[in-house]
T-cell receptor
């Protein structure tokens, strides 16, 4: 079961790029890395997922080095609405396993 | 397509009372999960069900029981509620071919 470590909190300003790093030293060969965003009083929602190298979608990029022991979520040009808690989750594709969240990173975006 | 539906959304209990939180998903997912989230904290896994007919303990199973009634439904029961169980409870299911979790809106439980 891969344990994840993230910074507790980060601060940014509107229009800046934000990079949040997650450490997962004991990631297994068949584990994927998935990032979720959670707003107050809501359940987390999927942002992006990757296995290795770089993945990009319309809202974020995910960078994974060759050893896969860490990953970095990159949010380009953040806005106030990106203020949320961000979680990285490491687990297999099948879902047939415990999916345990880490502490998450509380991102605060200011004007 | 409703996704993951949880009931009730809010509940107040007295210490020692029992109740069941209901969860249903209409996405034909095999695996389902129950998490709790205390104020200002992260999500902690209570129980999960990898497939219909199976359940397993998560990080914080004490004081809870679960039932995987069928592929769609996964319920969480508190037999004797305690103030320490005051929390928001989230149910989730997993899309098998991507591992993506889909969450319900949460059930806010207060135990007095």
């Amino acid at each position: 079961l891969a344990k994840t470590t993230q910074p507790i909190s980060m601060d940014s300003y509107e229009g800046q790029e934000v990079n949040i790093t997650c450490s997962h030293n004991n990631i297994a060969t068949n584990d994927y890395i998935t990032w979720y965003q959670q707003f107050p009083s809501q359940g987390p929602r999927f942002i992006i997922q990757g296995y290795k190298t770089k993945v990009t979608n319309e809202v974020a990029s995910l960078f994974i080095p060759a050893d896969r022991k860490s990953s970095t979520l990159s949010l380009p040009r953040v806005s106030l609405s990106d203020t949320a808690v961000y979680y990285c989750l490491v687990g297999g594709y099948t879902g047939f396993q415990k999916l345990v969240f880490g502490t998450g990173t509380r991102l605060l975006v200011s004007p | 397509n409703a996704g993951v539906t949880q009931t009730p959304k809010f509940q107040v209990l007295k210490t020692g009372q029992s109740m069941t939180l209901q969860c249903a998903q209409d996405m034909n997912h095999n695996s389902m999960y129950w998490y709790r989230q205390d104020p200002g904290m992260g999500l902690r896994l209570i129980y999960y069900s990898a497939s219909e007919g199976t359940t397993d303990k998560g990080e914080v199973p004490n004081g809870y029981n679960v039932s995987r009634l069928n592929k769609r439904e996964f319920s969480l029961r508190l037999e004797s509620a305690a103030p320490s169980q005051t929390s928001v409870y989230f149910c989730a299911s997993v899309r098998a071919n991507t591992g993506e979790l889909f969450f319900g809106e949460g059930s806010r439980l207060t135990v007095l």
